[in-house]
């Protein structure tokens, strides 16, 4: 059995409930004993937390939450003296077997119903665009990739995966795999998304507000298609993801570009009355920046006051190094007015195509009827293997030794970076997987591109990132996703040489 923090076996061999699913509520109130009992009594209540499962130690839970062991240990102390849990010997914490169980109709500790007038703000338009941006597609012919949000198969788990697959292609799990399930998706990947990817972003989250897509990218559509009309507004980042835009212009909205700065996208920079706002508040894409908790409460703030919605594409938060990844706004919403996009395309493989999206149920049900009309359900058989790899705990193994490398990887390009005088765009961020940059006034960042490619060099050019006729043309991104760390060095060392090259003299 997997040894990954999703899943893993305990003494008892119970499953045990990894210790990245409990996040302390920064707005609740109390002493952080009482917040820490109350948060594992409402995962019980909702039914997250199953009769027989393995709480984290102590002590892990503790370093986890940033908290004193004693503490927690005197909240456990509470929770079985309230039959929420019981101790076995040395073995640790499990829930109870006799824990209060939720009932079929209970609602979620905590949920507040949506004020949103969901048939006004639906709209529908169909999109189209070109994704690629120029960027060659035999990028691994390329001595120096560094190219964005591709895969490198020496940190893929092949071995898993094809086991997954072929589990997947059973008997057992024919029927999955091959019937028409209509407008369902899988219930083992709801389940895995419900329980654990969610609840990592602090986000609690019935079926009916969960549905699979065929990535990030599809979530957007999805929910552009169905908010955003000729008559209604949209916010976007500037610069901000081209793949968006392509699609908010087929829905003939109104687009309004708000600049990004180092903390990310201010609600005080916000044009009066938008309809909806889209936003990558915990790694923009794709300056890096991240928004600090007070500027998410701020746009909720916004958001309640002026009547619009909120897309939230959590863009690269699992690859956060160094620190935890900031709650999700999705997790800060106490009105329902956040539609949360996620993705296991760019941390599992991009060819994968697997995302999701949440919101209140009466938005999902509108998202669900829509996906249906185009092509029903994501497909079964990779919804059921993704199931597999996930539930197993290979993904988290898989997660971790993708953000040891990357970090390993990053430090090597800021050395480098520094070392050769290149110029960072924006505030250096923990985590993700690129750097902004800012090419020496008078450089075009399209010539160097294309200067580099003869030298086995690649890399983006800013451009296609900002939609304005007049945008500067001097960024450019770097990503080191896809080479090896021994690589960065000359490939930064040639940039710089190229750069010299084409700053124009005097």
Same mark, same amino acid.
């Given at each position: 059995?997997?040894?990954?923090?999703?899943?893993?076996?305990?003494?008892?061999?119970?499953?045990?409930?990894?210790?990245?699913?409990?996040?302390?509520?920064?707005?609740?109130?109390?002493?952080?004993?009482?917040?820490?009992?109350?948060?594992?009594?409402?995962?019980?209540?909702?039914?997250?937390?199953?009769?027989?499962?393995?709480?984290?130690?102590?002590?892990?839970?503790?370093?986890?939450?940033?908290?004193?062991?004693?503490?927690?240990? *005197?909240?456990?102390?509470?929770?079985?003296?309230?039959?929420? /849990?019981?101790?076995?010997?040395?073995?640790?914490?499990?829930?109870?077997?006799?824990?209060?169980?939720?009932?079929?109709?209970?609602?979620?500790?905590?949920?507040?119903?949506?004020?949103?007038?969901?048939?006004?703000?639906?709209?529908?338009?169909?999109?189209?665009?070109?994704?690629?941006?120029?960027?060659?597609?035999?990028?691994?012919?390329?001595?120096?990739?560094?190219?964005?949000?591709?895969?490198?198969?020496?940190?893929?788990?092949?071995?898993?995966?094809?086991?997954?697959?072929?589990? =997947?292609?059973? *008997?057992?799990?024919?029927?999955?795999?091959?019937?028409?399930?209509?407008?369902?998706?899988?219930?083992?990947?709801?389940?895995?998304?419900?329980?654990?990817?969610?609840?990592?972003?602090?986000?609690?989250?019935?079926?009916?507000?969960?549905?699979?897509?065929?990535?990030?990218?599809?979530?957007?559509?999805?929910?552009?298609? /169905?908010?955003?009309?000729?008559?209604?507004?949209?916010?976007?980042?500037?610069?901000?993801?081209?793949?968006?835009?392509?699609?908010?212009?087929?829905?003939?909205?109104?687009?309004?570009?708000?600049?990004?700065?180092?903390?990310?996208?201010?609600?005080?920079?916000?044009?009066?009355?938008?309809?909806?706002?889209?936003?990558?508040?915990?790694?923009?894409?794709?300056?890096?920046?991240?928004?600090?908790?007070?500027?998410?409460?701020?746009?909720?703030?916004?958001?309640?006051?002026?009547?619009?919605?909120?897309?939230?594409?959590?863009?690269?938060?699992?690859?956060?190094?160094?620190?935890?990844?900031?709650?999700? /706004?999705?997790? *800060?919403?106490? =009105?329902?007015?956040?539609?949360?996009? +996620?993705?296991?395309?760019?941390?599992?493989?991009?060819?994968?195509?697997?995302?999701?999206?949440?919101?209140?149920?009466?938005?999902?049900?509108?998202?669900?009827?829509?996906?249906?009309?185009?092509?029903?359900?994501?497909?079964?058989?990779?919804?059921?293997?993704?199931?597999?790899?996930?539930?197993?705990?290979?993904?988290?193994?898989? /997660?971790?030794?993708?953000?040891?490398?990357?970090?390993?990887?990053?430090?090597?390009?800021?050395?480098?970076?520094?070392?050769?005088?290149?110029?960072?765009?924006?505030?250096?961020?923990?985590?993700?997987?690129?750097?902004?940059?800012?090419?020496?006034?008078?450089?075009?960042?399209?010539? *160097?591109?294309?200067?580099?490619?003869?030298?086995?060099?690649?890399?983006?050019?800013?451009?296609?990132?900002? +939609?304005?006729?007049?945008?500067?043309?001097?960024?450019?991104?770097?990503?080191?996703?896809?080479?090896?760390?021994?690589?960065?060095?000359?490939?930064?060392?040639?940039?710089?040489?190229?750069?010299?090259?084409?700053?124009?003299?005097?």
């Amino acid at each position: 059995m997997s040894t990954g923090a999703a899943v893993a076996a305990g003494n008892s061999g119970q499953k045990m409930i990894a210790v990245e699913s409990f996040l302390l509520d920064p707005l609740q109130e109390g002493t952080l004993q009482h917040r820490i009992r109350q948060m594992v009594a409402e995962g019980i209540l909702s039914g997250r937390l199953r009769p027989g499962e393995r709480m984290p130690s102590s002590r892990k839970l503790a370093v986890h939450l940033g908290v004193s062991r004693l503490t927690v240990t *005197l909240a456990y102390a509470e929770l079985v003296a309230d039959d929420y /849990l019981h101790a076995e010997g040395r073995s640790g914490y499990f829930v109870s077997p006799t824990a209060p169980q939720p009932g079929k109709t209970q609602p979620r500790p905590n949920a507040k119903p949506s004020t949103v007038d969901w048939v006004r703000m639906l709209g529908h338009r169909p999109p189209s665009g070109d994704l690629n941006r120029g960027k060659p597609r035999n990028w691994r012919e390329f001595s120096y990739p560094f190219i964005y949000g591709q895969a490198d198969p020496s940190l893929f788990d092949h071995a898993n995966w094809r086991l997954c697959m072929m589990q =997947s292609l059973g *008997l057992k799990d024919f029927d999955r795999m091959s019937d028409d399930q209509f407008e369902q998706d899988d219930p083992g990947l709801l389940e895995y998304i419900a329980r654990h990817s969610l609840p990592r972003r602090g986000i609690l989250a019935r079926p009916d507000e969960i549905l699979v897509t065929l990535g990030a990218q599809n979530a957007l559509w999805l929910a552009a298609q /169905l908010l955003l009309n000729q008559r209604r507004s949209a916010v976007i980042e500037e610069p901000g993801y081209p793949g968006l835009r392509d699609i908010l212009t087929q829905t003939r909205c109104r687009m309004v570009p708000v600049p990004i700065g180092p903390r990310g996208l201010q609600s005080a920079d916000l044009p009066p009355h938008p309809d909806v706002v889209f936003c990558t508040p915990s790694h923009h894409c794709p300056t890096g920046a991240t928004m600090p908790l007070e500027a998410r409460h701020d746009l909720l703030r916004a958001a309640q006051d002026q009547d619009f919605l909120i897309v939230e594409d959590d863009y690269e938060f699992e690859i956060a190094q160094g620190r935890a990844p900031l709650p999700a /706004l999705k997790s *800060l919403d106490p =009105s329902g007015r956040v539609i949360h996009v +996620g993705s296991f395309s760019k941390s599992l493989f991009p060819g994968l195509r697997l995302g999701f999206m949440v919101g209140p149920a009466p938005f999902i049900a509108e998202a669900r009827a829509l996906r249906a009309t185009v092509l029903r359900h994501p497909p079964g058989l990779l919804q059921r293997a993704a199931a597999r790899f996930l539930s197993l705990g290979h993904y988290d193994v898989m /997660l971790r030794r993708l953000s040891r490398s990357f970090a390993a990887r990053r430090e090597v390009m800021l050395a480098a970076i520094g070392a050769e005088g290149l110029m960072i765009a924006n505030a250096v961020e923990n985590g993700g997987s690129s750097i902004w940059m800012r090419a020496p006034d008078g450089v075009s960042a399209t010539a *160097l591109t294309e200067a580099l490619k003869p030298q086995g060099v690649l890399i983006e050019r800013g451009l296609p990132f900002f +939609g304005a006729t007049d945008a500067p043309d001097n960024f450019y991104r770097i990503a080191y996703s896809s080479i090896a760390s021994e690589r960065i060095p000359e490939g930064i060392s040639r940039i710089a040489r190229t750069l010299k090259t084409l700053q124009p003299s005097g």
